[in-house]
């Protein structure tokens, strides 16, 4: 299966009107568009940049790690990556502590996967693989090159998250 690009004119020159993400029907798969209000794009959001954080809080450089994370972040391809890049204010991730943010983000990354599956499969395996990655990228900014045991808990713990919806 492949996705295709649909151009809102039949011009043949670059247009700016592109619809990303819609998959041909000769494919036998109907299209679907990701519809979220306004709070479920908001939670995804949190969600996402929570993983980031409760990474680099567990990071021994936490600046890199949130730049490298937040990096892949704003990387994402497909509609979550149009969720993700979309310039709001609604990331709200409040809390002293570690365990207390880890207390809103863990349970929003799991509303997050079971919201987006509910809309797409694939765009809740892509959030999936997304923030995987992007705490991969903030992992591999220890200073020796190799995440710890602290970082490695705290992606465990991300993933099994990510896994639980």
């Known amino acids: 299966m492949s996705a295709q690009l649909v151009a809102t004119s039949s011009s043949p020159q670059p247009v700016s009107g592109w619809r990303l993400g819609r998959l041909s029907g000769r494919f036998g798969r109907r299209d679907t568009w990701l519809t979220l209000t306004d709070q479920d794009k908001a939670t995804v959001r949190s969600a996402a940049y929570g993983a980031v954080s409760l990474l680099a809080a567990a990071s021994d450089r ?4 949130a730049t490298a994370g937040t990096i892949a972040l704003t990387s994402a391809t497909g ?3 149009h969720v993700l890049n979309a310039k709001s204010k609604d990331i ?5 502590t570690v365990a207390e943010l880890a207390d809103k983000v863990l349970p929003a990354l799991a509303a997050a996967v079971a919201l987006l599956d509910q809309h797409d499969r694939a765009e809740a395996d892509n959030f999936r693989t997304t923030v995987l990655i992007a705490l991969e990228a903030a992992a591999a900014t220890s200073r020796n090159g190799q995440p710890g045991p602290v970082v490695n808990e705290m992606t465990r713990k991300v993933a099994a998250a990510l896994h639980a919806a």
């Open 62 to 65: 936490p600046h890199k790690a």
């Open 79 to 81: 509609r979550v990556g």
């Open 92 to 96: 709200h991730l409040t809390g002293k």
